[in-house]
């Protein structure tokens, strides 16, 4: 799989990229993630990527431009996803859906938007990470990138894991618990003691299915 990353602020998200799972399966060839300054597509010696909008208003818009001569730079084919709080909400299916996806570019945003012929014409899915308003696209990106890495085959060490993540079968996670077996006189559930497998598939699915009504009660109406 390949991402590209359209931004202003390129090292925020290679920076990020170097932690944890992302960095393993980056290392490993799992995935290739190359984040582009929009910068560099401006055609001006300035390198401005903004102005204000037509009509008046605070704020200022990515002009279309370099948006377009950054996307006409890459490989064609690829599916390109606009970070917006305009988007469709990102679920655990929406990244399940994306992470069959071979070649998917984001578009990170900045101050008011894009300006809309840009997005009309070169944008294919526009994504929010939440009903909040961010600072820019990058965050989002960066979300959306590490959720959809988790999901390729070899990212996480145990293979069953992503599987078993809250969301996948529309239920929250169950509580996990590690030594030692008594903590500030608090206890482990028996079940997880007994050393009896099913014992703790069955206690992990109650524990699952009870989070899941006592916080989220709306997955298990969906379901
Ligand atoms: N850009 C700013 N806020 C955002 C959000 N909530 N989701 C996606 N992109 C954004």
Redesign the pocket.
């Given at each position: 799989m390949r991402i590209d990353v359209l931004t202003i602020f390129p090292d925020l998200i290679r920076d990020v990229l170097k932690y944890s799972i992302p960095r393993r399966a980056i290392d490993a060839g799992l995935v290739d993630v190359v984040a582009h300054d929009l910068r560099d597509y401006a055609d001006d010696k300035h390198k401005t990527i903004d102005d204000s909008p037509y009509g008046g208003g605070a704020g200022m818009i990515f002009k279309p431009e370099p948006i377009a001569h950054a996307l006409k730079a890459l490989p064609s084919g690829g599916h390109v996803v606009f970070?917006?709080?305009q988007?469709r909400p990102f679920t655990q299916s929406v990244a399940n859906a994306l992470s069959l996806t071979d070649h998917l570019i984001l578009l990170c945003?900045h101050y008011r938007g894009i300006d809309e012929r840009v997005r009309e014409h070169y944008v294919d899915d526009e994504?929010?990470?939440?009903d909040?308003?961010?600072s820019?696209?990058e965050l989002?990106a960066l979300v959306v990138v590490d959720a959809l890495i988790r999901l390729i085959p070899g990212a996480i060490g145990d293979a069953e894991s992503a599987l078993e993540d809250s969301f996948q079968n529309g239920l929250l996670d169950c509580a996990w618990y590690t030594r030692p077996r008594e903590f500030e006189g608090a206890t482990v559930p028996q079940a997880l003691l007994s050393g009896d497998r099913e014992k703790v598939a069955q206690w992990r699915r109650d524990n699952a299915r009870q989070r899941t009504r006592a916080r989220r009660p709306d997955l298990l109406e969906s379901q």
């Open positions: 970070l917006t709080p988007g945003g994504i929010s990470i939440g909040y308003v961010l820019g696209g989002p």
